[in-house]
């Protein structure tokens, strides 16, 4: 059983901070007063930079997170990924950590590849007041609670990449087994 938090509503901090991500808060704000079920795109590099993983592989990077490490920031899924919300600069310094981990190499073709927005790019995030039903398409799994979350890094979300990954494939120092060869019962001796 996962130790995640089960926060799915965003505080009235938690909309604060991400209307103050925005590029006009105010209007970002008067945007959710009007229309509170509505997601809204707000831009990554200066608040925030994002890491975005398949669903079911997300899951397991947040649950390596909570079970195992610090915990996570916000988090929340949107057209079958989920958004891991990190530091700036992440996204700029993960993918050489991930390229050092031979991520995607041959020997990882199993792992999912991770997408980065940092500076220059913009996400769409849940709106912070629907109730979203829980397989909705956009909705918040760990809901940002303060005026400034926490946080990880680009060395705490490698951590949870490689962990999840490892979880997820079994590597073998033995060769695969040849289908054809004839095996013999020597258990059994005269």
Not at 72 to 82: D, I, K, N
Not at 84 to 97: K, V
Not at 159 to 176: K, L
């Amino acid at each position: 059983m996962s130790s995640t938090p089960n926060v799915t509503r965003v505080t009235a901090d938690g909309v604060a901070w991400l209307a103050s991500t925005g590029t006009y808060p105010r209007s970002t704000l008067a945007r959710w007063q009007e229309h509170p079920d509505a997601p809204v795109v707000l831009p990554c590099g200066t608040a925030f930079d994002v890491v975005s993983a398949p669903a079911v592989f997300g899951r397991r990077m947040l649950d390596q997170l909570w079970d195992e490490g610090p915990g996570s920031g916000p988090v929340a899924m949107f057209r079958g990924r989920m958004l891991l919300f990190s530091t700036p600069g992440t996204a700029q310094r993960l993918p050489s950590l991930l390229a050092w981990e031979e991520w995607g190499s041959h020997r990882t073709q199993a792992v999912p590849p991770l997408l980065c927005h940092g500076t220059g790019d913009a996400v769409t995030v849940p709106a912070p007041y629907g109730d979203a039903p829980a397989m909705s398409e956009s909705r918040w799994l760990v809901a940002p609670d303060q005026r400034r979350p926490w946080l990880p890094g680009p060395e705490v979300v490698l951590w949870a990449a490689v962990r999840a990954a490892r979880a997820a494939v079994r590597i073998s120092i033995f060769p695969p087994a040849d289908q054809d060869a004839k095996v013999y019962d020597v258990s059994r001796r005269r």
